[in-house]
């Protein structure tokens, strides 16, 4: 018994020492002598059970005792980097012109030495302990399973011991991720300084991203910081190690990234930032992560994560100004460029529409913003938002609310319409007219309730053209991929029918036609062969009549004004009169808008030529007659007043106000207004007008009525407040929609009980069936309210039906 | 002092109609002064004509019905069907 215990004694004692001697010297392949015979003596009492236990608590208290050296000889080192690190925040207001704080050498050495050391020490002590495990299970073969199997892993165990006891360590009172940041961060700034400062010398080198040998900083610096970064591993401490200089590498390229990005949209920053990315960062990490194959993979998977890095940050720098890039298109298309290949290497897509939307709502939906320019602004996103992502998704998702928007603004249709008619000089509007040019996107793209059978071919083509939407897309939105880049498309569709628009641009077209004084009209017929293309013939049918009304006016007026007056068929021959000034438009009255059908008492000279031309125009074309629409047309007319001379283009209805003051020089309102046919507060509204241009003057006597004069001069007086000049072919669109409403009872009925009905049948059933009030409205005023319903969310229209929703 | 006003140029507006009343075409049910189904334009393209027992149809309308049937009559009254001259000018009208 105390043989044995005087075995194990001398066997704690010898290792211990050993223990913690180790590392010394070069680590030994072989036990020494004096410890082999103790490992032996032990052994031989069978104590060989107790011998991992022993061993590992004596390798931990020399352990401890080397990371104490260890911590105290790392403190210069920590003290220097804190101080180089203060330094530097004060540094970087002086704009660097002293570079970077360098590390003394000697200190890097002392790390780079004490680092060393602490290495070899454990290594050693490692080896030893494995030899004298080893050399217990050699000397006692009989030994458990389980003991053996203690005695095996003594050695891997106290390796991750000594880890985890350097790991906790805090070199010169800091954690070692604080030094270790600080140390590559320094490392990092010398390097990319040296780069810099290489660049001017070696352009080359920058172009194929490899920086040589020749941009470190001096030939020692690169193999220091090398051995560095191997010792770390060495001791377990790549984890460290790795997060701090993936944390360096990161500030890095982002400090790099935001000096290099100053706003601006018209050049490319997504290339040169990869490029940079490939060249420093890469160099510094070629330096701290392990040669050889392992660290071939690393740093491979370092450059994916790098440029990752990069597109992650330039996405995220360019989706913030997205929407300034967006009112810089299409002068911005290389910042648009960045952010596709940003958006396609990452899942940057939700951060995107969130803050677009965002920046969309608080800086263009308000308001005070023109409608044109939300219009402007959405064509430029929808452009731009095509050329960043094909797929439509993200269109889809932020057009939400501008769509949404405009569909409250009440003056939306009136300003797409007006934009695709408007006269040449505007430049927006050729902007939407070229788009409309635009016809490759054309007329397939439209959701094609009525085009029937060529409606399977097209959705055939279509499910060809199909490709599924990004993971991220909103899947609660219909993959609008095919129009995405279709701007009119897009802008029609606000309204989510065609029809809407359509009748808004007949009673356009309608308006500007009849106040036109000829019957030129090359430029709508261009707009109407644009958007036949786009919508398709049936639909634009009454536009085309309307149009060729105009062309066949023109004919039937050369022709009507070269009836002789002695024709024989015209028995009223003694009334005719000379209607060289008259020339007349002569429509289809179905295929107009409602044109007003109410009348005035014109001139008596006035219908004289009319009822003339009418004669005349029963001779060539009977059975057909005309009916006149006296408030329509435009006059022009001089008017000699006092000494001067003036010029007017007005309304019929104003020139005929103006004839009657020819004859007499004053009427009483009431006469007037009796004589003329129209009520005293018509007549008002419209005579302003020549009170306004000094023409005429009224005046009223207390007790007496109203009493219009015409001036024998011209004066110049106060304005009175006129009306809004022009007749409206057609009351407001809100007035027309409450006048339907009173049937939206019996719509909403009838879908209860139908469950899906096309516009006609609803219009039939509507005149069957309603009768307070009746039914007077036509097929296109219920589409056009059908239309508002469904816009209203309160049905929904599929495939030429609508229901309930 | 003067007060003289010339008219330089009136340009009126008006609509023609068939003179054949508010109604539709019997046979295609579109109104007269509209087109018939066939037809892409009113008005001279797509003519109205009256038979003498007077009723009215689209020229197409009443055409294709005639070449259909084996006995040319009205579709309304089964009286054989003869084109109304038109009276030119025959009736000088209200206007």
Redesign the interface.
């Known amino acids: 018994m105390a043989a044995a215990a005087a075995a194990w004694l001398s066997f704690a004692d010898a290792s211990g020492a050993a223990l913690a001697a180790a590392g010394g010297s070069a680590a030994t392949a072989r036990l020494p002598g004096d410890l082999a015979g103790a490992v032996d003596g032990i052994t031989a009492h069978g104590l060989a059970p107790l011998v991992p236990a022993q061993l590992l608590s004596a390798a931990v208290a020399a352990l401890r005792a080397r990371v104490a050296r260890l911590q105290a000889a790392l403190g210069p080192v920590a003290a220097a980097l804190e101080a180089a690190a203060a330094g530097e925040g004060g540094e970087d207001e002086e704009d660097g012109e002293q570079g970077a704080a360098a590390l003394p050498e000697e200190l890097e050495d002392a790390l780079a030495e004490a680092l060393r050391e602490a290495c070899e020490g454990v290594e050693a002590a490692t080896q030893l302990l494995s030899l004298l495990c080893e050399r217990v299970l050699c000397s006692q073969p009989t030994l458990s399973a389980a003991d053996r199997a203690a005695l095996l892993a003594a050695g891997p165990r106290f390796r991750r011991d000594a880890a985890a006891a350097l790991v906790d360590a805090q070199p010169g009172g800091h954690s070692w991720a604080a030094l270790l940041y600080r140390y590559y961060w320094l490392k990092l700034r010398q390097l990319s300084e040296a780069a810099a400062a290489a660049e001017g010398e070696d352009e080359a080198m920058a172009e194929d991203g490899e920086p040589g040998s020749s941009s470190l900083p001096h030939p020692g610096w690169g193999a220091r910081l090398r051995d560095v970064a191997a010792y770390l591993r060495a001791l377990g401490l790549e984890a460290v190690s790795e997060e701090a200089f993936a944390a360096v590498v990161c500030r890095h390229l982002r400090e790099h990234l935001e000096e290099r990005t100053h706003r601006a949209f018209d050049e490319r920053i997504l290339g040169p930032a990869l490029r940079y990315s490939a060249s420093t960062p890469l160099a510094f990490l070629r330096l701290v992560l392990p040669q050889g194959t392992d660290g071939a993979a690393a740093l491979a998977a370092w450059r994916a994560r790098l440029s990752y890095y990069v597109y992650e940050a330039v996405g995220g720098l360019r989706i913030a100004d997205m929407f300034d890039i967006v009112v810089d298109w299409p002068d911005s298309l290389p910042a648009v460029e960045d952010i596709r290949d940003c958006l396609q290497n990452t899942s940057l897509h939700r951060r995107f529409v969130a803050a677009f939307r965002k920046s969309l709502t608080d800086r263009l939906l308000r308001p005070g913003a023109a409608t044109a320019d939300i219009i402007a602004q959405y064509v430029s996103t929808i452009k731009a938002l095509a050329a960043c992502d094909p797929s439509g998704a993200i269109l889809g998702a932020v057009s939400g609310p501008i769509r949404a928007y405009l569909r409250g603004r009440r003056d939306t249709i009136r300003c797409i319409v007006t934009s695709l008619t408007a006269d040449e000089e505007d430049a927006a509007a050729q902007s939407l007219l070229a788009e409309l040019d635009n016809t490759e996107a054309a007329a397939e793209d439209y959701d094609s309730d009525f085009e029937g059978g060529e409606a399977d071919a097209l959705a055939l083509k279509e499910a060809e053209r199909w490709e599924p939407d990004p993971v991220d897309a909103d899947p609660s939105r219909a993959s609008s991929a095919a129009a995405a880049g279709d701007v009119i498309s897009r802008l029609v569709g606000i309204y989510g029918s065609k029809e809407l628009f359509i009748n808004e641009y007949r009673s356009m077209l309608a308006d500007r036609l009849l106040s036109k004084g000829d019957y030129e009209c090359d430029r709508e017929l261009r707009t109407l062969e644009l958007l036949k293309v786009r919508f398709g013939e049936g639909n634009l049918h009454n536009a085309e009549v309307m149009l060729k009304d105009l062309a066949d006016s023109k004919r039937i007026n050369a022709n009507v004004k070269s009836v002789p007056n002695t024709a024989t068929p015209l028995r009223r021959r003694r009334h005719l009169v000379d209607i060289n000034a008259l020339q007349a438009t002569i429509v289809s009255h179905l295929f107009w808008p409602q044109l007003p059908a109410e009348e005035f008492n014109l001139p008596s000279e006035v219908s004289a030529m009319l009822s003339t031309y009418a004669a005349k125009y029963r001779s060539l074309k009977a059975p057909r007659k005309l009916q006149w629409r006296p408030w329509l047309g435009t006059v022009s007319l001089d008017l000699a007043i006092g000494d001067q001379m003036l010029e007017f283009n007005v309304s019929p209805f104003h020139a005929s106000v103006l004839m009657h003051f020819q004859s007499r020089p004053e009427w009483p309102a009431a006469e007037l207004a009796e004589r003329m046919g129209v009520a005293p507060d018509a007549l008002r509204r419209k005579i302003v007008f020549w009170i306004n241009q000094g023409v005429l003057s009224e005046s009223r006597v207390a007790g007496q009525q109203l009493v219009y004069r015409r001036n024998e001069q011209l004066q110049t007086g106060p304005a009175v407040a006129q009306e809004q000049e022009g007749m409206e072919l057609e009351g407001g669109a809100a007035d027309k929609h409450a006048e339907m409403a009173a049937y939206e009872p019996f719509i909403m009925g009838m879908l209860t009980n139908f469950d899906a009905l096309p516009l006609d049948r609803v219009h039939n059933m509507l005149k069957m069936f309603a009768s307070d009030p009746p039914y007077d409205k036509s097929l296109e005023q219920l589409g056009a309210y059908m239309g508002r319903l469904v816009a209203d969310e309160k049905l929904s229209l599929e495939g030429g039906t609508y229901r309930k929703r | 002092?003067?007060?003289?006003?010339?008219?330089?140029?009136?340009?009126?507006?008006?609509?023609?109609?068939?003179?054949?009343g508010d109604d539709v075409c019997g046979i295609c049910r579109m109104?007269f002064?509209?087109c018939p189904p066939d037809g892409?334009?009113?008005?001279?393209d797509s003519p109205?004509v009256?038979g003498i027992c007077t009723h009215a149809f689209h020229l197409q309308c009443i055409n294709r019905w005639l070449q259909s049937q084996a006995e040319q009559k009205c579709p309304f009254c089964r009286r054989q069907w003869e084109f109304k001259q038109?009276?030119?000018?025959?009736e000088?009208?209200d206007?």
């Not at chain 2, 892409?40 to 001279?44: A, I, L, W």
């Open positions: 002092m003067t007060f003289e006003v010339k008219i330089k140029k009136w340009h009126a507006v008006a609509s023609w109609t068939w003179n054949a109104p002064d509209g892409k334009f009113p008005g001279d109205v009256w038109a009276v030119v000018g025959g000088d009208s206007t």
